[in-house]
């Protein structure tokens, strides 16, 4: 067992100098503990629970379980009496007939076409909006990198025309991470940002000038529906109360080009302006109307749950704020008869979740509270954590999220494994999102050495998996929240009914809640929890 540093105490005694040297014994990680791990896997993934599907039986299965063993280990609920976060999710399926986005231009009317000129424009409830247009760049606002995309117009009582991702998304040397993805091109931050100015609604075209697409890497960009197809589409989902209130659609190059027409100019031509300078292009489209009618032909409410314990902090003035640990529990149900059981997504992180707060339990609080939260609706769109992170316990101030924690990194295709050397990454994990705090990334790398892992940033510099968007992490990142999802890798198995016990890495998995066991120690009873980077 390692110690920290000698401290020293000078002591004068009967005309005497003497001293006294004590050792600070380092945290014990042995009390985070693999093989318990396996066995709340082995239960959460097993046929029993019929693949946790969101909203169904099995996942509320998963749910009360959780809440058992946050209450054996001695949490107390984070809201109320319940260890259950329960919100309300809008289920609903758009009707086709009654979807209609008409244009009017020089004194005359189109009915655009869908899929010819759009695509997308889901939305929970039914509407009615007419407004003008604006196209505002990558529609962004980042005073962080001293650009914004809405200078010098006004989106108010309109809507805004904007481009996918990020300005310079291919040069390594773009202050919006390199060639990887910041929050910003993602389109929840879009609307957010659109929203904040006053939009009606958002317009996304691609990218102009976007290169050469690579092969589709299925199933790793293959999101939450990857796996065998249903013969009927489930509806969509969205939280009831959800901070987005403004619908999205996706143009073709084609319909954004006809838009570009009525102010003379081409979409190529601005894209690459915008990337030279990093100034905003944006103007509002003369003698331009868009009004937009949605309606759905299903609707209805559901109760979701996130399962929250807490271990409340000892210090008066620091325990409101928290150190969340997350994961999600729920899964994809089961597809043709098969169980798709998620042992390693997210079973692994829900163990790891409950595991930390046996461990954290049985010895001293830290000065800052402790947040254990099992996320629910994740694979139907990161819902749990959205709506934790609108309402959370206390104030948060770092979140560690674990999502598929127990596997070995696999390239999903020939192409892949040929640009990829082979390497044992038996003992490696993916810190996702560490870029927007150095100090929580330097906290995690050196505790990583501690416990025997290697950290990899790879999936942070890699353009085309969006893989930040992608874990319960992001919606606190939204809020400038320092936020890390650590994350084993893809494999073949991911969204397969082949996602099951037998192939999990025990220790790989147990050194990674062994490295959040002494980060949150580190934080927890810190002057300062670490800072977001902008």
């Known amino acids: 067992m390692k110690t920290h540093p000698v401290v020293t105490r000078v002591c004068l005694f009967c005309c005497g100098l003497w001293a006294v040297t004590a050792l600070a014994q380092a945290p014990d990680v042995s009390s985070v503990r693999g093989d318990r791990m396996r066995a709340d896997i082995q239960f959460l993934s097993s046929d029993q629970l019929e693949g946790r599907r969101f909203l169904e039986h099995g996942s509320e299965v998963a749910a009360q379980f959780i809440a058992a063993e946050f ?16 919100f309300t999710v809008i289920q609903y399926r758009p009707d086709a007939a009654e979807r209609r986005l008409t244009l009017a231009r020089g004194g005359r009317e189109r009915v655009l076409e869908f899929g010819k000129d759009y695509t997308g424009g889901g939305f929970p409830h039914d509407l009615t909006a007419a407004g003008g247009v604006v196209f505002a760049g990558y529609g962004i606002t980042a005073p962080e990198y001293k650009y914004d995309d809405y200078a010098g117009v006004d989106a108010r009582g309109k809507f805004v025309l904007v481009i996918e991702r990020e300005p310079q998304d291919n ?40 290169p050469p697409e690579p092969p589709r890497q299925r199933p790793a960009q293959a999101g939450p529906r990857a796996g065998a197809a249903r013969m009927t589409p489930p509806p969509s989902n969205a939280i009831a109360d959800n901070v987005v209130h403004i619908p999205l659609f996706n143009v073709t190059d084609e319909f954004a080009a006809e838009l570009f027409s009525a102010a003379g100019k081409k ?5 690459k302006a915008i990337d030279a300078t990093l100034k905003p292009a944006s103007f509002e489209l003369p003698d331009t109307r868009l009004e ?5 032909s299903e609707f209805r409410k559901a109760t979701a749950m996130n399962v929250v314990g807490i271990l409340e902090g000892s210090d008066p003035a620091l325990k409101n704020e928290t150190v969340v640990f997350g994961g999600h529990f729920d899964h994809l149900g089961v597809r043709n008869g098969a169980v798709y059981g998620g042992a390693d997504d997210d079973a692994s992180g829900t163990a ?6 046996r461990a954290f339990a049985k010895g001293p609080r830290l000065k800052r509270t402790l947040v254990f939260a099992a996320f629910d609706g994740e694979e139907a769109g990161l819902l749990g954590s ?3 992170a609108a309402h959370p316990y206390g104030k948060t101030g770092v979140e560690l999220n674990m999502d598929m924690i127990s596997r070995n990194d696999t390239p999903l295709t020939p192409e892949e494994a040929a640009q990829r050397p082979a390497r044992d990454n038996s003992s490696e994990m993916f ?8 100090e929580l990334r330097s906290i995690l790398e050196r505790n990583a050495k501690e416990v025997g892992l290697e950290v990899n940033y790879r999936y942070d510099r890699e353009p085309t998996q969006n893989v930040l968007w992608r874990g319960d992490s992001f919606p606190f990142v939204l809020d400038r929240v320092p936020a890390v999802w650590l994350f084993s890798g893809f494999t073949p198995d991911y969204h397969t009914p082949n996602d099951t016990v037998d192939k999990i890495n025990v220790p790989k998995m147990e050194k990674t809640a062994r490295l959040l066991y002494l980060t949150a120690i580190e934080i927890g009873n810190a002057p300062a929890v670490p800072a977001f980077l902008h």
């Open 431 to 438: 810190l996702i999102g560490a870029f927007y705090s150095p």
């Open 386 to 388: 959205y709506y934790y």
């Open 71 to 86: 209450a054996k280990a001695g949490l107390k609920p984070a809201f109320g009496n319940s260890f259950l976060q329960e």
């Open 267 to 271: 979409p190529a031509e601005v894209q």
């Open 352 to 357: 790891a979740v409950m595991e930390l707060a």
């Open 292 to 296: 937009v009618h949605l309606a759905n």
């Open 171 to 210: 040069d390594p040397n773009s202050v919006f991470n390199g060639i990887g993805n910041t929050m910003y091109s993602n389109a929840q931050a879009k609307l957010r940002i659109a929203q904040q100015h006053g939009a009606i609604g958002v317009l996304v075209m691609r990218a102009p000038n976007r």
